[in-house]
């Protein structure tokens, strides 16, 4: 990873909770100055997400979800708790894209029961992962700027997938969309394997040298991933 980059595996699916540093000021050695950052899908160990961030002296001014799968917020609630009582009462904005909202706030242990349902888990066990989790402040849509990223909406693993696309470090992160040499699966509620290829044909149409960072699994760039294109 580059030094604005950081990547933690976290919870037993071992999910890619990413922190990716802002651009501050540059410094006479050419660094930048900025301890700003973005936490992106915090999915499980709050405590060591915090220490990661005490340990880099990295700020969260935002909490970006690629989509609304336990796997990538559950770590929500503790973790906005940690980061009050670390840094002096912040309290960064959380944003999911609108078609995945329905998977934070007070309805959305609900939707992870019946998600869980659907390809025979035990919705039970969603209730040890989940305390209340939070309503989205931010809600995506295609296209919008947050901050350095521009929104992909990228259907097919979850209707509100999204991906967050830095242009000017050409860095894209892919949620379950797009793996290192694989997709995200489609078989849970909203899935569609029809939508995630059409996805996918639009993510490996991106020109330049594109470093892809998935929700799970190693990075890879866009270049890598062409071979894909076949099976689409």
């Known amino acids: 990873m580059t030094k604005k980059i950081d990547c933690i595996s976290v919870g037993d699916i071992q999910t890619n909770c990413w922190l990716y540093l802002l651009e501050g000021e540059l410094t006479d050695s050419?660094?930048?100055n900025s301890k700003s950052c973005i936490i992106i899908d915090p999915g499980d160990e709050a405590e060591l997400i915090l220490n990661r961030l005490k340990e880099l002296n990295w700020i969260p001014s935002g909490i970006f979800l690629t989509h609304g799968h336990f796997d990538h917020l559950s770590a929500l609630p503790k973790l906005l708790v940690g980061l009050k009582k670390t840094f002096d009462g912040l309290e960064p904005k959380i944003g999911i894209h609108r078609k995945d909202a329905h998977y934070l706030g007070k309805?959305?242990?609900?939707?992870?029961?019946a998600g869980f349902a659907a390809v025979g888990g035990n919705p039970a066990y969603v209730e040890t992962l989940?305390?209340?989790?939070?309503e989205a402040d931010i809600v995506f849509e295609e296209g919008d700027t947050a901050g350095p990223f521009k929104v992909l909406h990228l259907p097919g693993h979850t209707p509100g997938s999204a991906g967050f696309?830095?242009?000017k470090g050409d860095i894209l992160f892919t949620g379950d969309t797009l793996?290192?040499?694989?997709?995200g699966r489609t078989d849970l509620?909203?899935?569609s394997e029809a939508q995630i290829k059409q996805s996918?044909?639009?993510?490996?149409?991106?020109?330049?040298?594109?470093?892809?960072?998935p929700g799970h699994g190693p990075a890879s760039t866009i270049e890598a991933e062409t071979g894909l294109l076949k099976y689409l």
């Open 30 to 32: 050419g660094e930048s």
């Open 107 to 113: 309805n959305s242990l609900a939707v992870h029961q």
């Open 130 to 134: 989940f305390n209340s989790l939070p």
């Open 165 to 167: 696309f830095d242009e």
């Open 179 to 183: 793996f290192n040499g694989d997709w």
């Open 189 to 191: 509620p909203g899935g």
């Open 200 to 213: 996918l044909r639009r993510i490996l149409s991106l020109k330049g040298k594109i470093m892809v960072l």
